[in-house]
């Protein structure tokens, strides 16, 4: 059974930094392509960043280009996301996720499991 818990949201200033971190349980960590996704107060989930395997491969969504960067630890069985240059509109709650496959990383039905969440708030 593979468990995924994120950790570091908070409320940040705009222009702020924050680091998310993901840690995988249950499974070897480096069968899952990870990602995060995130969700608005009355919005759909959406794509944020993908990573593969190897972490040699990184995908972005365009909002998030140049500001956000996604990484992985084989050793540690951890996903994180470094967020600077915070805007208000990227407040939402923060969905770790995890793929066996090795494609379609911009959708979430290639996600096979998801963590409980954690809460990002940026202020103006």
């Known amino acids: 059974q593979v468990q995924l818990v994120e950790s570091g949201g908070g409320l940040v200033q705009a222009g702020g930094s924050l680091r998310l971190s993901c840690a995988l349980s249950?499974?070897?960590?480096?069968?899952?392509?990870m990602a995060w996704f995130r969700q608005a107060p009355g919005k759909e989930r959406e794509f944020v960043a993908a990573?593969?395997?190897?972490?040699?491969?990184?995908y972005y969504a365009d909002a998030v280009k140049g500001r956000f960067t996604i990484s992985r630890d084989n050793a540690k069985n951890s996903v994180y996301l470094q967020m600077n240059s915070l805007k208000p509109e990227d407040t939402a709650v923060y969905y770790c996720?995890?793929?066996?496959?090795?494609?379609?990383?911009?959708?979430?039905?290639?996600?096979?499991?998801w963590g409980q969440g954690t809460q990002v708030t940026v202020s103006s």
């Open positions: 249950g499974r070897t960590f480096n069968y899952y392509a």
């Open positions: 996720a995890a793929t066996v496959r090795s494609s379609d990383y911009y959708y979430r039905r290639t996600y096979d499991y």
């Open positions: 990573i593969s395997r190897t972490g040699g491969n990184t």
